[in-house]
């Protein structure tokens, strides 16, 4: 008995990586809203001095340096859980097959049945 399988196709590959570019839009924009606070903050100081300004502007750098690590590591994620996503929906889209089959010896003339026609013409 013989048999092929084969891998069968639904539907063709589709790239869903885009479906996380929302997310990843807003950590770039939670990002730019980071550093522009901290922007106004340095500005709003600029004039002071003193111990107590010196430790804001380092809580502020501490808290920014933190922030951008944890969205670095946001859009990493996010990107790699699409990447998973995409995977996963398209492993759905197809399904593996195997066809099994009976092989029939061929006679020696290399033709099936008797070898009269199947048509007459009788009248």
Known sequence: MGSLAK???F???????GKARG????????GSLAHEMQLAAEKELAGSSGEMVDSMNEELKKELSQ??????????VMHDKAVL????????????????Y???AMPPNGKQGSGESRHSNTR
């Open 7 to 9: 891998r069968y196709d």
């Open 102 to 104: 009976e092989e029939s």
């Open 11 to 17: 539907e063709p590959y589709e790239d869903l990586t």
């Open 23 to 30: 997310f990843i839009d807003l950590f770039g924009k939670l």
């Open 85 to 100: 996503y995409s995977g996963l929906m398209n492993d759905m889209k197809t399904q593996n097959i195997t066809i099994y």
């Open 67 to 76: 922030l951008q690590i944890h969205i670095t590591q946001s859009v990493k």
